[in-house]
């Protein structure tokens, strides 16, 4: 089955306790993103790559870093976090072969930094 | 991107159709329509979109006005599990600004029996 998974789909952390949540997509998609859900703010965009060692800052990268080493993984890391990171994140992914795309979104990780 | 402007929230009865529309006079002629949709904090779901043309798939349609200012997301036989907050996004091609979506508001769409 076509998907895009993503682990843990819960974490409850503290303040500066490095993390990092997995993405993983089975579709051969060069292109893969991280947006975070918060209240009243929308999906937003932290970081995408489109391709193997390509990535590049979305619209709220602060406090984020990524790795594309593999063209199926796409791990979101948070270095030290802090509580304004509590959110709801998502992966995407999707391919570039064609001019419009869809794009498949992982169940989404549900973190809490206290 | 083009912005866009959705009804806050429709209701529907199960098994009617439910026409969600969008407006977006400011879209290019470029950007593309879509929609896509999200079920209780599970992650967005696509379900169409179209340039000019309407579209059909076995999910919904999507009508686009002449002018493309405007469109209609129509879900032909609506159920409860079509409960979910509805997303129309405009915007070109995944090589503009990072392949991001802009999700809006949306339309809260409630299936009631």
């Known amino acids: 089955e076509a998907q895009v998974t993503q682990n843990p789909r819960y974490l409850i952390t503290v303040t500066g306790k490095k993390l990092t949540v997995t993405c993983s997509q089975n579709?051969?998609?060069?292109?893969m993103s991280w947006y975070r859900q918060d209240p009243g703010l929308g999906l937003r965009q932290i970081y995408y790559?489109?391709?193997?060692?390509?990535?590049d800052k979305g619209d709220v990268p602060e406090g984020y870093k990524v790795s594309r080493k593999e063209k199926r993984n796409f791990p979101l890391i948070l270095e030290s976090p802090s509580p304004n990171q509590t959110s709801l994140y998502f992966c995407?992914?999707?391919?570039?072969?064609?001019?419009?795309?869809?794009?498949?979104f992982g169940p989404g990780t549900r973190l809490t930094v206290l | 991107d083009a912005k866009t402007t959705q009804p806050p929230s429709m209701d529907c009865a199960e098994g009617r159709a439910a026409n969600l529309p969008c407006n977006h006079s400011?879209?290019?002629?470029?950007?593309?329509v879509y929609w896509y949709r999200q079920i209780h904090s599970q992650g967005p779901q696509y379900i169409i979109h179209?340039?000019?043309n309407n579209e059909t798939n076995e999910m919904a349609s999507l009508i686009i006005t002449e002018d493309r200012k405007s469109s209609t997301l129509i879900l032909p036989h609506a159920t409860l599990r079509d409960t979910a907050v509805y997303y129309c996004?405009?915007?070109?091609?995944?090589?503009?600004?990072?392949?991001?979506?802009?999700f809006g508001q949306g339309t809260e769409l409630s299936v009631k029996p």
């Open positions: 995407a992914s999707s391919s570039v072969g064609r001019l419009y795309n869809e794009q498949f």
């Open positions: 579709m051969n998609h060069e292109y």
């Open positions: 790559s489109m391709n193997v060692e390509v990535t």
């Open positions: 400011t879209i290019s002629g470029n950007e593309y």
């Open positions: 179209g340039l000019k």
């Open positions: 996004i405009v915007r070109p091609s995944i090589y503009n600004q990072g392949g991001k979506l802009i």
